[in-house]
């Protein structure tokens, strides 16, 4: 089985964009499950559905993979499941090394969907001492003073930072010095990393303040529109209405009171 420093997944030299790159995880993960219920072909709407995105889209990022689908019959799963798994990489072994072995990491750690997507968890790190030999998902946890060796012994090229915001930048520059060029993190702080290691960022907070975002704006709407029967019931200030007999009702201006009644 290959490893993942000696080979790399082809997609940026085959010029597809990072916004496709971002959605086929997403196609992957619906084709896998309509895989799993011997589903034999999908049509792209339905296909774009499963995916929560637009079908147009859908059939644009497929045709930087040279898959346009049969008309009438749509798309073979099976295949696109190896085409996408391949393009993404994930037809190959990628240890992964997670640092980090506090409540987070160790639910990663246990995480049963890596080794079915290609990832092997190489090893699992952390700077407490006391941790150290704990068995963690059937891992012995081994200590950070460790973690260069453990990079090179295993050809770890992905690491996953799970620490505390303080230590990750640390732990980062050892990952990368040491020859990891692709790395998940869960800390909640911005890396800064050299030209050619990409980064990934996972903030569980930022991810609920735009829902909590998006929340206040939706009861915000709810008040408006319940405000709204009221508010068209009611003159606004400082207009007078009209009166059956032509005159205008008594209005509140800025300057108080106005006549009963006003000329015409």
């Known amino acids: 089985m290959a490893t993942g420093r000696t080979h790399r997944p082809a997609t940026r030299s085959r010029g597809i964009p990072e916004a496709t790159v ?3 995880p997403l196609y992957l993960r619906a084709l896998t499950a309509l895989s799993e219920r011997s589903v034999p072909t999908v049509s792209s709407e339905e296909l774009a559905t499963a995916a929560g995105v637009n079908s147009a889209k859908l059939r644009k990022d497929f045709s930087y993979l040279g898959s346009y689908g049969t008309r009438g019959v749509g798309y073979d799963v099976e295949y696109l499941v190896y085409q996408i ?3 993404l990489g994930l037809t190959q072994d990628w240890p992964v090394v997670i640092v980090g072995i506090g409540n987070l ?3 990663l750690a246990n995480y ?3 080794a079915s997507r290609g990832f092997r968890v190489a090893a699992l790190i952390d700077a407490d001492p006391a941790m150290a030999g704990k068995p963690v998902a059937g891992l012995p946890v081994r200590h950070t ?3 260069e060796s453990i990079i090179t012994d295993n050809d770890v090229s992905i690491g996953v930072i799970a620490t505390p915001a303080g230590a990750a930048q640390q732990v980062c520059d050892r990952l990368v010095a040491a020859g990891v060029t692709s790395i998940l993190n869960f800390a909640p702080t911005v890396l ?4 050619g290691v990409d980064v990934r ?3 569980l907070s930022i991810e609920l303040q735009i829902l909590a975002f998006h929340e206040q704006r939706k009861a915000g709407e709810e008040t408006t529109s319940a405000q709204e029967p009221a508010a068209a019931a009611q003159p606004r200030s400082g207009a007078a209405v009209r009166t059956p007999a032509g005159g205008r009702a008594a209005g509140k ?3 108080g009171d106005v006549p009963a009644v006003m000329p015409a």
Not at 192 to 195: F, I
């Open 105 to 107: 990491g160790a639910a």
């Open 112 to 114: 049963g969907g890596f």
């Open 145 to 147: 003073d460790e973690l």
């Open 22 to 24: 971002a959605r086929l």
């Open 253 to 255: 201006g800025p300057d």
């Open 85 to 87: 798994s391949r393009e």
């Open 192 to 195: 800064s990393v050299p030209e």
């Open 201 to 203: 960022k996972v903030d």
